[in-house]
């Protein structure tokens, strides 16, 4: 008889050959997952639920196999409307647990994995209890807000030997993978500097609110957790903790781990010798924010510079885009962008590349979450794409950025 784990090994190659996940329906994926007895899913359970880590969930939920056990959010408000989403994607949601606190989920012997989506302040604390519990973890980016604690997911990842995955989900994507293969064959030459953007038009702190209770149905003391306790402001709540120290890195560490992850990864994963950032609140000093809404950092490489430049609030970047990686080469410069990738030939290089823009096939975060799933079953954990490592290190190299900011 297989085990409940070679089966699920087995029920992973449905993702293969002819079969992809985007050309299923809502209808389509409750009717086949219905066939998998309880025993044969992958359970899961969602901690944090309001942004990214919904979206995370509703991605698993497309797999083969499996199954949304339970939901947590400090945030009841939150929660009732989750539920009202399970209904519309033809769930019951009267079998999905709810629950406040996270660590009333992770006593559950019945969930495999679990889904951290929140605030950045609580990523390291839920990780460890997490593995500790005996489950894998799909963790939202950037995975620790400081470096002793990317050090401490590490290690206990190594202690528990767990599927950890980073929610930096461009690293399951074909055309960023595909820049990268083309970046190894060496056809831009030496590359002397990479340069890295981010400008956000939409994104924008809040207004400067006063303190106040905090809303009905949101426990404020299991939201602050580990931070320091600080009277409760709506202007740093919800989609705001971003842009304030003790919750997260801002704009560095939110878009930061994504862009810088692709920068470093298609040099080959160096580490910087040094970083030297300046920047401060120059464009919406009125607003409430501690983070930069401009910053710019020069890393120094063994062999390349890289150039961080963010901007809040505004979307001209280089080359016309509000964000893109360039890796600037004797011979081109390739741009890299969540819209696809061009080689851009030297003038006055011997050596003309034609390359046609290579554009978007799949759905990252889709892409992502099924090599998660594909790891939780085959229990092959050098096949994460994004494996906690991999993480802490990209968030190392932001964090960087930010304590010279704020040196």
Known sequence: MKSRRRFLADSSLLALGGITLQSFNTDTFSIFKNRFSPADQVNIGAIGINGMGWADTTSMLKIPGVNLVAICDVDQNVIDSRKKDLEKLKIDASKVATYTDYRKLLDRKDIDAVIIGTPDHWHTL??????????DVYVEKPVGNSIEECRIMVAAQKKYN??????QWQRSQ????????????????????????????????????PNSAPPAGVDYKMWLGPAETKPFNASRFHFNFRWFWDYAGGLMTDWGVHLMDYAVFGMGMPEPRTVAALGGQFAYPELSQETPDTLGALYEFDKFNLIWDHAMGIDNGLFGKDHGIAFIGNNATLELDRGGWDVIPEQRSEKKIVVPRTKPSDNGLDMHTQNFINVVRSRK??????????GAHIATVCQLGNIDYRS
């Open 126 to 135: 839920i990780m460890v209890h997490a593995v500790e519990a005996g489950k």
């Open 162 to 167: 767990k599927a950890v995955q980073g929610g």
């Open 174 to 209: 074909k055309h960023f993978r595909d820049a990268v293969d083309f970046i190894k064959t060496g056809q831009l030459g030496n590359i002397r500097t990479v340069k890295v953007w981010c400008y956000q038009g939409w994104m924008k702190p809040d207004i400067v609110r």
């Open 381 to 390: 954990l050098e096949e994460l794409n994004c494996p906690i490592q991999t």
